[in-house]
């Protein structure tokens, strides 16, 4: 079977959430030994990529995946042809949109990565009010299309796949669930001394996007800290000027950015316990790092959160602050819980639990 693969996400973000499902997917088909890989992208004109990656003559960054004018150049005036000159049998495309506008030709056929719907039904962290409206439109116009197109749509949870019938009910009988790909940490924890972090601190991470709820969280927090000295120190994995001034500095609250993947993994590793507070989350990939540690975790309910943690883990309603702050004393003291168990869990979402569904829904294909 010949397989194109959409890479700009790989290329151009490869340490995000969907560049990183986008290398698990390249992986998973490079070692299917049915599969015949072709991986398509746009780059600079002499960018060493091109070196194994189809791009069009023209130079693009690697990240304008997000630019309008350059999407629908590659996507309208490349692929199409680039698609029918390869002999591609199927297209999979990962980052919610993307596929070619037009026609499908006869015999190929698109599958569609659908993360999540957030893009369209909730109010993103952007840089101005006129490009939040613009991408809005050019959003909902690029997914509508691309669910409308693709033969199969995959999401990597059952509350992504509700929410997109919700809004597209039509393609009710194209969604299928492949959970995303968590590998856990490769190597030794870094020495992290010099970042100074905290004897004992809880964990959240992810400060930009609105839906995170951190603000929130962290006034849940502060209050939790006022009525009991046992509740740790808070450390951020992001920047303090996502968070509004009346929080921003709260004592004992810590933040770090730019961590690598040894680092992060000695602050996941130390934390007491991660807090996932989200409102909305299409899978919640720092739960299952945590978890894959042994960290405990404790999530907001209503969303993914709910289907990827153990039953038995600490839940919240993402809105009642004085509940959440009630919650946070009492686990201040609490025993400790099983981090064998805990990692047990998180296996449920490694390499080989991954290639055995994938491979799953690729016998659908063909």
Not at 349 to 355: E, F, L, S, V
């Amino acid at each position: 079977m010949r397989i194109g693969l959409d890479y700009r996400p790989a290329a151009g973000y490869a340490h995000s959430g969907i560049g990183r499902q986008n290398l698990a997917l390249e992986q998973a088909l490079r070692a299917h030994p049915e599969v015949s890989l072709q991986l398509f992208g746009v780059a600079p004109e002499d960018h060493p990529i091109r070196r194994r990656v189809h791009c069009p003559k023209w130079g693009s960054p690697l990240q304008g995946i997000h630019r309008l004018p350059v999407r629908l150049r590659f996507e309208a005036g490349f692929l199409p042809g680039a698609l029918r000159e390869a002999g591609i049998e199927v297209y999979l495309c990962n980052f919610n949109m993307g596929l070619p506008p037009g026609r499908k030709p006869a015999g190929l056929r698109y599958v569609l990565q659908l993360h999540d719907l957030f893009q369209l039904t909730l109010q993103n962290s952007h840089g101005s009010k006129l490009k939040e409206q613009v991408y809005r439109v050019t959003d909902r116009l690029s997914i509508s299309r691309s669910v409308k197109l693709a033969d199969r749509i995959w999401t990597p949870s059952q509350y992504t796949a509700d929410e997109l019938v919700k809004l597209f009910p039509e393609a009710r009988d194209k969604v299928r669930v492949l959970p995303n790909l968590v590998s856990g940490f490769a190597g030794e924890a870094a020495d992290i001394t010099d970042l100074q972090v905290p004897a004992r601190y809880w964990l959240a991470v992810g400060t930009r996007e609105p839906r995170k709820n951190i603000p929130w969280f962290v006034a849940a927090w502060h209050a939790a800290r006022q009525q009991s000295p046992q509740v740790p120190e808070l450390l951020l994995i992001g920047s303090p000027e996502d968070l509004p001034a009346p929080v921003r500095h709260l004592p004992g609250l810590h933040y770090l950015t730019g961590l690598s993947d040894a680092q992060l993994h000695a602050v996941y590793q130390q934390a007491g316990r991660l807090w996932q507070p989200s409102y909305a989350e299409g899978f919640g990939l720092p739960v299952i790092e945590a978890l894959s540690v042994g960290t405990p975790v404790a999530v907001a309910s209503g969303s993914a959160l709910d289907e990827i943690t153990p039953s038995d883990c600490p839940r919240f309603s993402p809105t009642d602050g004085p509940a959440l702050s009630a919650l946070m004393t009492r686990l201040a003291d609490a025993p400790a819980e099983d981090p064998d168990a805990l990692r047990a869990w998180a296996r449920g979402y490694d390499t080989a639990a991954y290639r055995e569904r994938f491979n799953q829904l690729l016998e659908e294909l063909k």
